[in-house]
């Protein structure tokens, strides 16, 4: 029972996260956040721009940005998550590539240091071979496509 309502508070969190950090990352939310500011603005006159004018905006900035922290982190760990899962895929299923660089991520600031360097050195030797400024064609990209689809889809027309 207690896994039930950990899970349903879990999905509520979640959905409420996402719909926070859509809302306020639109124009009608700085909109409304820039009039709240100039609401204030204009009663400071009317409050004597006193000390307690001046904690409401206090306050209300540092508990908003308080909770935006967490909300933005949950979105942004999530994000992250998915797109560690998009590469792995990739990796994973590219011929060639090493599957070593899967969950990359997990391993720790010395060995990711260790890889960069590796892969420093791959750039170092292909600048000789190659323009880094040269894109790949439309064409080369078509090729591509069609070996591809005929490995995973038509393995007998091979």
């Known amino acids: 029972m207690a896994h039930k309502k950990t899970n349903r508070l879990s999905q509520f969190l979640e959905r409420f996260s996402r719909t926070a950090t859509e809302a306020t990352g639109t124009s009608s939310a700085f909109i409304l956040a820039l009039l709240v500011i100039i609401v204030w603005l204009v009663t400071g006159p009317f409050f004597k721009f006193s000390d307690t004018w001046q904690l409401v905006i206090n306050t209300g900035t540092t508990i908003v940005t308080f909770l935006m922290v967490f909300l933005i982190q ?5 994000d992250a ?3 560690h899962l998009k590469l792995n895929e990739i990796v994973a299923a590219l011929e060639g590539a090493s599957n070593r660089l899967i969950d990359v991520e997990d391993l720790t600031e010395d060995e990711i240091k260790t890889l960069h360097k590796y892969y420093q050195r791959l750039v170092t ?8 400024t040269q894109s790949h064609s ?5 090729e591509r496509h069609q070996v ?8 007998a027309e091979s």
């Open 81 to 83: 998550l998915a797109i």
């Open 138 to 142: 439309v064409e080369e990209a078509d």
């Open 148 to 155: 591809k689809h005929r490995k995973h889809h038509h393995p």
């Open 125 to 132: 030797m292909a600048k000789k071979d190659i323009k880094l």
């Open 74 to 78: 949950r979105s942004q760990n999530k």
